[in-house]
């Protein structure tokens, strides 16, 4: 599955509540995203607002457009990102830059002809 690198800007006056609304996604929401092929999504949020995503989708062609477009079609993303627009610099969530990936530790391993990088397991 590819994986995608993405940012975006919070608000600095909004990171509480962004946090607390992060802390319980509506459950809708949450099998909306798993539905429209998003995995292993994650979110990092900087103090200064700095929000970096991270998401794993099934398209490998259209990436996060793809993934994002699939989960767009839902009911309850439209609300959830009518909620979340005035939390974000740019005025919605829709607005990601995706970062491109510049080094891989267990794809280098591999070319290297080492075994990938473990979970606290010895190789």
């Known amino acids: 599955m590819p994986r995608v690198c993405f940012t975006l800007q919070v608000r600095p006056d909004r990171l509480a509540e962004y946090r607390e ?3 319980a996604v509506w459950p809708e929401m949450l099998r909306a995203l798993r539905d429209a092929g998003w995995r292993d999504y994650q979110l990092f949020l900087r103090e ?3 929000l970096v995503g991270i998401v794993e ?4 062609a259209g990436g996060l457009a793809a993934a994002q477009a699939a989960v767009d079609a839902t ?4 609300r959830w990102e009518a909620e ?3 939390f974000f610099e740019t005025g919605d969530g829709r607005g990601k830059s995706s970062l491109d990936l510049v ?3 267990d794809a280098q ?3 290297a002809g080492e075994p990938p990088a ?3 397991e010895t190789p």
């Open 57 to 60: 989708t099934d398209d490998s």
């Open 21 to 23: 609304r992060h802390a």
């Open 109 to 111: 391993l591999r070319a």
């Open 75 to 78: 009911e309850v993303s439209a």
């Open 84 to 86: 979340m627009a005035p």
């Open 118 to 120: 473990t979970n606290g």
């Open 48 to 50: 200064d607002g700095l």
């Open 103 to 105: 080094f891989d530790l």
